[in-house]
């Protein structure tokens, strides 16, 4: 994770009432920042206030006036995205800053500012009450806020450890074997194996629910493309012994990219089996 330099106050105002996506992860995105932040919601901001503002008061972080600040690419900033410009690059390098503005912030600035479709934006305002006083807004905002706040620390927590994956995969791949990648845990960065070699084909790993996984390795484009033969995709336990021999193969998916074995000697069997159905 980077760090920058960049403080983030512990206090901050925006406005009460309804709320939206863009005040609401704005405000997780200053909790995961400064986890001693507090703030405030109401309709003016105090005279005397010391602290953020946001989405509300004409400042810096206020998206509401007629000097909207645009992307390149012509989305405008909400009050998220204007936070997330000046501090996101205190989580992220420019990359993986990049990366997660594309994916998710620019989308709930584009539903803000342009009505762009975004569930995710949709889903947040349903979140609302439909009837209520003032407190009945702000419990539900605080609920809205801490369901961002875990959607954002792992969109930021996966970015991360993509690059800690990369070296360990980096790593597993020099041990393959004739197309065939053993892990001793499962690694989310397994999806990406795809981008950083051709040369293996299948990985085994310990499955959550007790075995061996055994898992195709697809590169982009190829999700349509089976793996396994088509006679072993969806079949049972016992059609899977009579068709293959392996004992302890119990599970193949009928899409054809998965497999499940009682045993790690059982998948690598499995795996070996079908890298030599390829070849012959």
């Not at 609920?143 to 620390?153: G, N, T």
């Not at 054809?256 to 089996?273: C, E, M, P, Q």
């Amino acid at each position: 994770m980077v760090m920058g330099n960049k403080v983030v106050p512990k206090r901050g105002f925006t406005h009460n009432g309804c709320f939206h996506a863009d005040d609401v992860f704005a405000t997780a995105l200053l909790l995961i920042l400064n986890p001693d932040f507090n703030y405030i919601r109401g309709n003016r901001v105090p005279d005397s206030f010391d602290g953020i503002v946001y989405d509300i008061g004409g400042g810096e972080y206020d998206h509401h006036n007629t000097e909207r600040k645009v992307r390149e690419n012509g989305i405008s900033y909400s009050s998220f995205g204007l936070l997330w410009r000046k501090y996101g690059r205190n989580l992220l390098n420019d990359d993986d800053f990049n990366k997660l503005d594309q994916e998710l912030v620019e989308k709930i600035d584009y539903h803000d500012n342009n009505g762009g479709e975004y569930e995710l934006s949709k889903v947040i305002k349903e979140m609302n009450p439909v009837n209520g006083d003032e407190k009945d807004f702000d419990d539900a905002f605080s609920i809205a806020v801490s369901f961002a706040k875990i959607i954002l620390e792992n969109k930021i927590k996966r970015l991360v450890n993509e690059h800690v994956s990369a070296a360990i995969i980096n790593e597993c791949i020099k041990d393959s074997d004739n197309g065939v990648l053993i892990m001793n845990e499962y690694n989310p960065i397994i999806k990406h194996i795809g981008e950083y070699t051709d040369q293996v084909r299948v990985c085994i790993y310990p499955a959550v629910r007790g075995g061996y996984n055994i898992q195709s390795i697809r590169k982009y484009g190829d999700d349509d493309k089976k793996f396994f033969p088509e006679e072993w995709c969806g079949r049972s336990e016992d059609e899977l012994y009579t068709i293959t021999g392996i004992p302890g193969f119990v599970f193949c998916h009928a899409g054809g990219f998965l497999g499940v074995t009682n045993t790690k000697d059982a998948a690598i069997s499995v795996a070996r089996k079908i890298m030599g159905i390829e070849k012959g």
